[in-house]
Each structure stands twice: as C-alpha cells, then as structure tokens.
C-alpha cells in the first residue's frame, strides 16, 4: 500500500500483525512526514488513544485506548474471494510435472504446451466444491464481477467468519453469484448494513441457515434484509447488542430456530414480538438477562396462542429465579424440550435432582429436560414426589380428598397450576402420606412389601421388609443420573429373591402395585433403578414372575 491512498479507505477493515481493525482517518499527522491511516481496534488493548494527537482529534474510538496511527505499508487490506479460494483449495502440482509440455490438439493442428492439464484440473476442483471454510483468511471483497460464478459455481455452504468484509453490499455481490448457497456464516465480520432494503431482494433463493454472531446488526437492519431471505430457516444472531424493536412483518415466516444468546437488552416484552412467528419451532435465549415470563393471554391452567410451533426453549445462563416462569412454560402449546442450566434457580438449595423432578412435575407435556430424555417411569417419579412435597400446602389452602370440598385457593392455583390435574391423576394426596419424615433411623428406611407370586399358585403371599434407603445421585452430565451404591436397586432385590426361592436372576420379572391405583400394574423393567425412583411405598404389593 503507497502513500496515492484517498478517503476512499475509511470504513474499510484491515489486519495489521493478526489484529484486526476499521480504518477511521487517512492523511497526515503533522509533525511526522508522510501519509499515515488511523484505525480503531477491535481489541481496544491493542490501542494507544483516542484517536488524537497533540490536542488534535483526527478520528475518535468508541474506547479510550482504541485507536493508532500506522503506516499503510503495515496495513492488509484482504484478498477477493476468489483468491482466498484458490489459496486454500487449489492442490500444487507435483515438482516431477512442474513445466512439462503437454500436446493439445486444436482444430486439426498439434499444440505445445506448459501446464495445460494442470489449469483445467484446478478448475475442475473448483468447479466441484460445495463447501468452503474461509475463516480469518482476509477475505474483504468480492473480486472480478461474474469471476466466483465461473470458478466454483456448485457451493452451498460457506464459512467467511472473522474476515474484512465491511459491508453488506459486498457480501451481496458474493452471495448473488451462488445460486445454490443454503448455509453462510458471516459471524465477527463488523458490517455496514443499509439503511434502505437491498434491492438485490433475490439474492439468497437457496439461503437456508444464516450466522450473523457478532456482526453488529440491530433489528431494524435484520429485518431491512429479511425479504432477500424467502426460504431462511436458521438465523443465528448471537452478540450483537440486539433489541427487538418491532414486530416481522411478512419477514421471517419460515425461521424454524432463532438464536438470540448474549443479547443482554432483550426482555419478555420484546420476546412478545416474535410470538407469532408461524413455524419457529427452537428459541435459544442463553445469556439475555431475563428473569420473568408471564403470557397475558393465558390465565391458569390454560394455553398461551403465542409461539405455536415452539418446541424446544434455552434459557441457560439467566436471572431465572422463581418457579413462576417454569409454571408460564406450561401454557406453551408445543414444547417438548427445555434447556434451564445455570439460573439462581437451577443453582439454588433444593440440590439439581429434586429442581429437575419439580421442573419435569410443572410442565405436563415436557418430552427432555437439558438434553436428558425425560422416561415415563421418572415423570410418574416426579409427578408423585411433587404431589406428596406440596400435599399439606394444598390441604391448607383449601384442598381436600372429598372432590365436593376440594376448593384450594387462588394462590395456591398460581403456584401449582398442575397440582389439581396430578391430584385427577393419581388421586389426591391421603394423610398418611402428608405426615412429617421421621428422622433417617434404621427402623424408618426399611419398606415393608407384599410380594406375590401371580404365576405360583402354590406360593402364599408374604411380607418382607426391604432397605429403602435414600436416593443417592451421582451425575453423570446434564440431567442424566445413576443410582447410587447405597441405594436398593431392583438388580439387588432380585439378588435377595434369587437367594430366597432358589431362582436365576435372570429368569425374575418385577412389577408392583399400589393400593392408591387399584388396577394398574406397574413394571420395574430398569434393573440399575432404585425402589424409590418408581415411587414403591409402604404397602404396596411386590409381584414376582418367573
């Protein structure tokens, strides 16, 4: 780069020894001869001031220490894209081919020449790419009109992350020469954005996914761009200082997932105006700040008509705090899958087994709680445990056994929307199970059973006393868990019956019954599952088959 360079450099990104920068002044800086640019880091630590000089201001920086004068010979401009391309992609030729003369026909006439094959070979590999990664590879323009259309026209997926790219415009001219581009990840790129919509409004036919991370963009600009995006389904828009200003109009009608982490002036009013976005099915709001979630349109025990189609929720790493906003969960009509980790809630007193019961107990319909499949065997676990932990909150506020009588107040309906429904489920809490815990004595860890033998017309019904013992978790990832080793697992009530009838382990089945579900025979079918992940009680009945 010479000292011929005009204003034409401003706004232009640039590297400099790795470090990447927006050239914000060009000119002199008197009393130093010569032409010099000013950049603003990216990396304020990079900097030395603000942007002026001797009293002077010649450009200013959003940071104290953002800014440096540098020579242009020391300034990288970026490579077109082609060239980044072809730096990366196009295989050398082995020495042992390097300048052999290869004979072409043309016409009738024989041709020498140097090289031929190896030319229409790198067109070959390049005309046959369709997925390119060109991260941190300076890549700042598009090049020669018409040249990437030519070169490599079959990509459909591209990664220009972190590069100099500085405007829209040229991504544009990138993008209108790839007709078959369904994937682009443009994240850490800080782009200008128009401040009309683009008139190139076809420009991205194929575009399904979309990464804009770190990009810069506001709302207003996203959905300035949206109708070049007719087919989008992912859009990812992470870091960007984002608030939602205003709801899509005919805009983003097909986005399936919608990653709005680390934007932390996002709050459940603005989440509001994306409520209605017809096909979003996955919500990932990690790291926005928020805190409360209430759907004005529902009231207890109802379903909200906003977000239709969503699916799976993260709000990771949150100001999540109180049960209020797992109960508003439950008013989504469609969710399956939520992802709550890290919040004041998730991290509190309770300890993660019994928030995860109480979170699987709160929202009926949940299928996976942070990425761990929720079985019917724990959701019964957890709808039972939740039913007996609130049982003498329920009676105070007015629950009662008698259907006729059973009036809990409105507070209580607030805090346990779901209570009522569990009570019709498996049936309403008995005195006997709402007493006080005695103290962990030996006398009151042991479970007395039933055991019956359904098959064995010749065995008589008896009764044995087991070792309950406490739920000893260790976890083993996000929501996962095993039984601990002081836990009585159905493979060591097997071990106690193989013993007792003189049966092989293998050939015992077990199921059980209670008496506060007449009727219904429940399997103990996970061996490494303990007796009070299935909820078996005092009195219940043990059935062994064989």
Known sequence: MNDTLT????????????????????????????????????????????????????????????????????????????????NRYVLEDGPEEDGKEQPVTIGNKPVETIGFDSVIKQQSQLSKLQEVSLRNCVVSCAGDKGAIAKACPNIRRVDL???????????????????????????????????????????FPALKVLVLNRTGITWAEVLRCAPGWPVLEELYLKSNDISISERPADVLQTVKLLDLSS?????????????????????????????????????????????????????????????????????????????????????GGSGPQTTRQFIIAKIGQLKTLNKCEILPE?????????????????????G???????????????????????CLKYGAPEDGELKTRQPFLLKNQLLTLKIKYPNQVDQKVTEKQLPASRMSSRWCGPGSRRPGADSMTIQKVKGLLSRLLKVPVSELLLSYESPKMPGREIELENDQQSLQFYSVENGDYLLVRW
């Not at 914000?24 to 942007?51: I, T, Y």
């Not at 990840?185 to 409004?201: D, G, W, Y």
């Not at 909200?304 to 109960?327: G, K, R």
């Open 400 to 422: 009662h056994q008698d259907p006729d009588k059973n009036r809990p107040n409105e507070e209580f309906l607030a805090a346990h929307p779901r209570y009522q429904s569990l």
């Open 263 to 347: 934007n932390p002036l996002i709050d459940e009013n603005q989440l509001f105006l994306i409520a209605h976005l017809p096909r979003l099915e996955q919500l990932i709001l990690s790291d926005v700040g928020i805190s409360s979630l209430h759907f004005p349109d529902a009231g207890t025990g109802c379903k909200t008509s906003m977000f239709p189609s969503l699916q799976y929720l993260v709000v990771n790493d949150n100001q999540i705090s109180q049960w209020s906003f797992i109960n508003e969960l439950d008013k989504l009509q469609s969710l399956r899958a939520l992802s709550c980790v890290r919040n004041p809630l998730t991290e």
């Open 7 to 86: 204003l034409d450099v401003i706004g232009r990104r640039v590297e400099v020894n790795g470090e990447h920068a927006t050239v914000r002044f060009s000119g002199v800086v008197p009393p130093v001869a010569g032409l010099w640019l000013g950049v603003e880091w990216d990396n304020p630590a990079r900097g030395k001031h603000d942007g002026s000089h001797e009293g002077i201001v010649y450009f200013k920086c959003r940071h104290p220490t953002g800014g440096s004068f540098v020579r242009p010979n020391k300034v990288n401009f970026g490579v077109d894209f082609l060239t980044a391309v072809n």
């Open 161 to 203: 992350s972190r590069n100099l790219l500085s405007s829209w415009d040229e991504v544009l001219s990138i993008a209108d020469q790839l007709k078959h581009l369904e994937v682009l990840n443009l994240s850490e790129n800080k782009l200008h954005f128009p401040s009309v919509s683009p008139s190139l409004a076809g420009t």
């Open 378 to 398: 724990e959701r019964r676990g957890a709808e039972l445990d939740y039913r007996k932990a609130f049982g003498n909150e329920w009676k105070k506020a007015g």
